[in-house]
Nanobody, 116 residues
Framework: QVQLVESGGGLVQAGGSLRLSCVAS????????WGWYRQAPGKPRELVAA???????NYADSVRGRFTISTDNAKNTVYLRMNSLKPEDTAVYYC??????????WGQGTQVTVAS
């Protein structure tokens, strides 16, 4: 079992920055994929960014160049640095860990609100 706890969300003005953190505990494998997803009211959950254990990253077109995903394997933590935030980035952000067996674990989510 894996438990994920996100933090770092909050209210920020448009153009501002936030850094989300997701700390994993339990049985963590080095061969894994980490991802950040978000869900705005009335919309489906969407992928924001992902990173593999090999270091490959993938970003949604809407955030590429503004957001950066990174990991600290020693701390079992994944980060999402968000710059130049826009009101349309407002959502609940979720962390996901996928292990080598393609089992997914989700965090509880953290609210990000960007005021115009």
């Amino acid at each position: 079992q894996v438990q994920l706890v996100e933090s770092g969300g909050g209210l920020v003005q448009a153009g501002g920055s936030l850094r989300l953190s997701c700390v994993a505990s339990g049985t963590i494998f080095s061969r894994a994929t980490w991802g950040w997803y978000r869900q705005a009211p009335g919309k489906p959950r969407e992928l924001v960014a992902a990173v593999t254990s090999g270091g490959s990253t993938n970003y949604a077109d809407s955030v590429r160049g503004r957001f950066t995903i990174s990991t600290d394997n020693a701390k079992n933590t994944v980060y999402l640095r968000m710059n130049s935030l826009k009101p349309e980035d407002t959502a609940v952000y979720y962390c996901k860990y996928r292990n080598w067996a393609s089992t997914d674990y989700w965090g509880q989510g953290t609210q990000v609100t960007v005021a115009s």
